[in-house]
């Protein structure tokens, strides 16, 4: 039966920490200290297979671009933006092997898995692309975009810069919104395609990992988040007399 890894403190050993723990910490401090030297792990629901799905064939599309130039790719034709054949690519998509590095003043091993990589023909670099898949019934928009995706590509960024890549500032997002306005199914769903572009910062990943090292190396539970529902909902159950 596999058993989870968890954080022992003095190991020589490294311990991986993935992008998902990293999200964790910042969404709640409490839980990820209980899930990454506990064990104990939010409730969780089922796979999303649809949105994986869909995130697949848009890989799918991007891979045929890479083999044929003369496919017509009305998602980015109005970049100068091309798919990178490079050869770690599918490897870094890969979630048993991923993109790491080994962070050495923590001994935490970063990895994160890849959708895609872009060559922007203009700057000459490297561009980290990731890919999302919703339905929501208002126009998209940067706006509303969540910030986390932002992070994403930034960590993302730094892990490549690690590992020895020239990369450029400018992440993309592309987000596959679904359409709810179709009259009939017919077995089809219909998406609409908008690729945003931004800036991205990661000079906070360096003080993120050492301040996730020191709550790590902390025997002390960390306060819970206000307005994390997991927290108040064990709380709430703490605070009932009697047992349910």
């Given at each position: 039966?596999?058993?989870?890894?968890?954080?022992?403190?003095?190991?020589?050993?490294?311990?991986?920490?993935?992008?998902?723990?990293?999200?964790?910490?910042?969404?709640?401090?409490?839980?990820?200290?209980?899930?990454?030297?506990?064990?104990?792990?939010?409730?969780?629901?089922?796979?999303?297979?649809?949105?994986?799905?869909?995130?697949?064939?848009?890989?799918?599309?991007?891979?045929?671009?890479?083999?044929?130039?003369?496919?017509?790719?009305?998602?980015?034709?109005?970049?100068?933006?091309?798919?990178?054949?490079?050869?770690?690519?599918?490897?870094?998509?890969?979630?048993?092997?991923?993109?790491?590095?080994?962070?050495?003043?923590?001994?935490?091993?970063?990895?994160?898995?890849?959708?895609?990589?872009?060559?922007?023909?203009?700057?000459?670099?490297?561009?980290?692309?990731?890919?999302?898949s919703t339905s929501?019934?208002?126009?998209?928009?940067?706006?509303?975009?969540?910030?986390?995706?932002?992070?994403?590509?930034?960590?993302?960024?730094?892990?490549?810069?690690?590992?020895?890549?020239?990369?450029?500032?400018?992440?993309?997002?592309?987000?596959?919104?679904?359409?709810?306005?179709?009259?009939?199914?017919?077995?089809k769903l219909y998406?609409?395609?908008?690729?945003?572009?931004?800036?991205?910062?990661?000079?906070?990943?360096?003080?993120?990992?050492?301040?996730?090292?020191?709550?790590?190396?902390?025997?002390?539970?960390?306060?819970?988040?206000?307005?994390?529902?997991?927290?108040?909902?064990?709380?709430?159950?703490?605070?009932?007399?009697?047992?349910?």
């Amino acid at each position: 039966m596999w058993k989870k890894k968890i954080y022992i403190k003095n190991n020589l050993e490294p311990f991986e920490l993935n992008r998902t723990k990293i999200d964790l910490y910042f969404d709640c401090k409490k839980c990820f200290f209980l899930n990454t030297t506990k064990g104990i792990r939010r409730p969780h629901g089922p796979p999303s297979l649809l949105n994986n799905t869909v995130i697949q064939l848009v890989k799918d599309h991007f891979n045929l671009l890479r083999l044929n130039k003369n496919v017509e790719n009305k998602i980015i034709n109005n970049k100068n933006l091309i798919p990178i054949n490079h050869e770690s690519l599918e490897i870094w998509r890969n979630p048993l092997i991923v993109v790491s590095f080994l962070h050495k003043g923590t001994n935490l091993k970063l990895t994160a898995t890849l959708n895609d990589l872009w060559f922007d023909k203009d700057v000459k670099k490297i561009c980290v692309v990731d890919f999302k898949s919703t339905s929501k019934s208002k126009n998209l928009n940067e706006s509303i975009v969540w910030s986390g995706y932002w992070r994403h590509l930034a960590y993302y960024k730094y892990l490549l810069e690690k590992n020895g890549l020239d990369v450029s500032n400018v992440g993309y997002l592309l987000i596959l919104n679904g359409k709810k306005n179709q009259k009939t199914f017919e077995n089809k769903l219909y998406f609409d395609s908008h690729l945003f572009s931004k800036v991205l910062d990661n000079y906070w990943v360096e003080d993120t990992i050492y301040n996730i090292y020191n709550t790590l190396e902390n025997d002390q539970i960390p306060t819970q988040k206000n307005n994390c529902a997991y927290c108040n909902y064990f709380s709430n159950l703490e605070s009932v007399d009697g047992k349910l």
